[in-house]
């Protein structure tokens, strides 16, 4: 029987991508495989005693002008709300984010079937909290900067 | 010039995929595949500042052309950058970027987002035809 790895891998590099696979967890048959698409790098977690599950994900930068970390994880708290099929976990020391997706479609083959679905989900989660994270820094920053200009008497 | 898709493979490298070459006396071409759907780059030979990337999609026996046609038309005024052809003999469609570059060079920092409109335009297009046969069906 193939490894659900390699059946994974050989799915995403049919569909013209190439895959780096680096094993996580060599004993436990936890491996990961990273492979780029529309510019994101996705990952794809997979495990040998556990053929059925399987987990996407991939990270947000967030600009370093838009950093304040008690903020953003409400902000991502909030996006968690609009994408309960997926979850935000702030990391790098609110440099990033990671966008995380746990599916259990039964089978490798189940999987790869789905699996350009469960990206664009993943993507378009992660898409949205960046959005919110970015628009409400900047709607702060221009709040602020009017208060400021208010204060000293210019508006 | 004397490769003129060198920039577009080192795109297709930045972009992670696979690609193939398959030049011939007229042209210069390379195949290459993202999540899953085929798309194809040409240069002339003849006219090495022409450059074409695009998408081929056969068009499903219950789709009326006279319907395609009108939403080709409507993405053709819409869209930036990319083109709608209908081929009705051979019910095919194609979606086309064409460009003229002094190198394949200035499309590299431009690929993704090329690629993103192109990958758009065909699901727009078919989203939008079966919409109306949802409508006609209703």
């Not at chain 1, 968690?80 to 099929?85: A, I, L, V």
């Not at chain 1, 994270?133 to 000293?152: L, P």
């Not at chain 2, 011939?24 to 006219?47: L, N, P, Q």
């Not at chain 2, 987002?113 to 989203?127: G, I, M, S």
């Amino acid at each position: 029987m193939p490894l659900v790895r390699e059946t994974v891998a050989q799915f995403i590099e049919s569909e013209g991508h190439k895959v780096d696979v680096s094993p996580v967890d060599a004993e436990g048959g936890v491996s990961e495989l990273l492979f780029r698409t529309r510019g994101q790098v996705f990952s794809v977690t997979t495990y040998e005693n556990d053929p059925a599950t399987f987990t996407i994900s991939t990270a947000y930068e967030i600009p370093e002008w838009a950093r304040e970390r008690g903020r953003n994880a409400e902000t991502l708290a909030d996006a968690g709300d609009d994408f309960p099929e997926v979850a935000f976990v702030m990391a790098h020391d609110g440099g990033l984010f990671i966008v995380t997706c746990d599916e259990t479609p039964g089978s490798p083959e189940a999987f790869t079937r789905s699996l350009w679905e469960i990206v664009a989900r993943v993507r378009e989660a992660g898409a949205y909290a960046i959005e919110k994270i970015v628009d409400r820094t900047e709607s702060k920053v221009a709040a602020e900067k009017f208060i400021s200009s208010f204060m000293r008497g210019d508006q | 010039m004397d490769d003129t898709l060198t920039g577009v493979e080192s795109a297709l490298d930045d972009e992670g995929l696979f690609f193939t070459r398959d030049d011939d006396d007229e042209a210069y071409r390379i195949a290459f595949k993202s999540e899953g759907d085929r798309y194809f780059v040409v240069a002339y030979r003849d006219d090495p500042s022409f450059l074409m990337i695009g998408s081929g999609w056969a068009l499903p026996a219950e789709i009326d052309t006279l319907d395609a046609t009108e939403v080709a038309n409507a993405l053709n005024v819409r869209k930036k950058f990319v083109k709608t052809a209908l081929w009705e003999d051979e019910r095919d469609v194609l979606f086309t970027v064409e460009l003229c570059v002094n190198s394949a060079e200035e499309v590299r920092p431009h690929f993704g987002r090329l690629l993103d409109v192109l990958r758009d335009t065909a699901a727009e297009f078919f989203d939008e035809l079966r919409e109306d046969e949802d409508e006609e069906d209703i």
